[in-house]
C-alpha cells in the first residue's frame, strides 16, 4: 500500500521532517556519483554492522539511517516520512521529534542488530530511514488512530481508498511482523525486524514523550 496524503492539516511549519528528508535525498545523490566499489566502501563504513551496537560505534548508528539502496528505497521511505512524520512532529515539537526519530532508529537498530547476530550475521551493513519512520508511522497510529489515508494498493493504481490510519498501519505493521518471521534474517534484503523494533520503540515513546492537553482537539479535512 502506498499514501498519497493523510486529512490531518498541520498547524506548523515541519522543519524537521522536511531538513531530515532534503539530507536523506542529498546522500543519495551523493551515492549516485559513486562507482560500484566507492558505493561498497562507503555502506560498509557508514552502514550499520551488526557488531557495531556490540562495540558502540556511535558513527554508523546515526550515519545508517540516511543511506538508502536504491530509488525505490528512497522514494518509499520519503513519502512515508512526509505523510506521516509532519503531524507527529506537530504534536512534539521540533526538538522532540528529533529525539524520538533517532531513538526510534536506534530501537531499529538494535532489534536488527541483535537478531542478526543470534543468526550468525556478522557481516551485512543495514541502511535506510526506514527504522525510524516506523516509530513514527506507531506514533501516527498512536495520536491519529481514526485519520484518514489516501492510498493506491498496487498493482490497482488508478484505484484510490480511503483507508482509517488505524487499518493502513496496521495492516503494514502486521506484513513487518510476518515477512521477519518467515524470512531469514541471513539473506539480506528488507530489515524487517528493523521495521518491527522501530516501530514497537515508536509505541513506547511516545507514551513517555507526548504529553497531551486536558482537551485534544484534532481537526481533520475532508480528503477528495
Do not use: C
Amino acid at each position: 500500500m502506498i499514501p498519497i496524503k493523510d486529512n490531518i492539516p498541520t498547524k506548523n511549519f515541519p522543519l524537521i521532517t522536511v531538513l531530515l528528508i532534503i539530507l536523506n535525498i542529498t546522500v543519495f545523490l551523493y551515492e549516485l556519483t559513486l562507482s560500484p566499489h566507492e558505493l561498497e566502501l562507503f555502506i560498509h563504513k557508514y552502514g550499520l554492522l551488526p557488531l557495531d551496537i556490540v562495540h558502540f560505534n556511535v558513527i554508523p548508528l546515526f550515519t545508517h539511517m540516511f543511506i538508502h539502496g536504491g530509488w525505490a528505497h528512497i522514494i518509499g521511505n520519503m513519502i512515508f516520512l512526509w505523510i506521516f512524520g509532519n503531524n507527529v512532529e506537530d504534536a512534539l515539537g521540533r526538538f522532540k521529534f528529533l529525539i524520538f526519530y533517532f531513538l526510534s532508529g536506534f530501537g531499529a537498530a538494535f532489534v536488527q542488530s541483535t537478531v542478526s547476530i543470534l543468526a550468525g550475521n556478522f557481516f551485512i551493513p543495514m541502511v535506510g530511514a526506514s527504522g525510524a519512520i516506523s516509530g513514527v508511522l506507531a506514533a501516527y497510529m498512536k495520536l491519529y488512530p481514526e485519520a484518514k489515508v489516501l492510498t493506491v494498493i498496487p498493482p490497482f493504481f488508478f484505484v484510490v481508498f480511503v483507508l482509517p490510519a488505524w487499518f493502513f498501519i496496521g495492516y503494514w505493521f502486521f506484513i513487518q511482523v510476518l515477512f521477519a518471521l518467515i524470512v531469514p534474517p541471513t539473506i539480506g534484503g528488507v530489515a524487517w525486524y528493523a521495521h518491527v523494533g522501530g516501530f514497537v520503540a515508536g509505541w513506547v515513546l511516545i507514551n513517555k514523550m507526548y504529553k497531551p492537553a486536558k482537551m485534544k482537539v484534532v481537526h481533520y479535512s475532508v480528503l477528495r
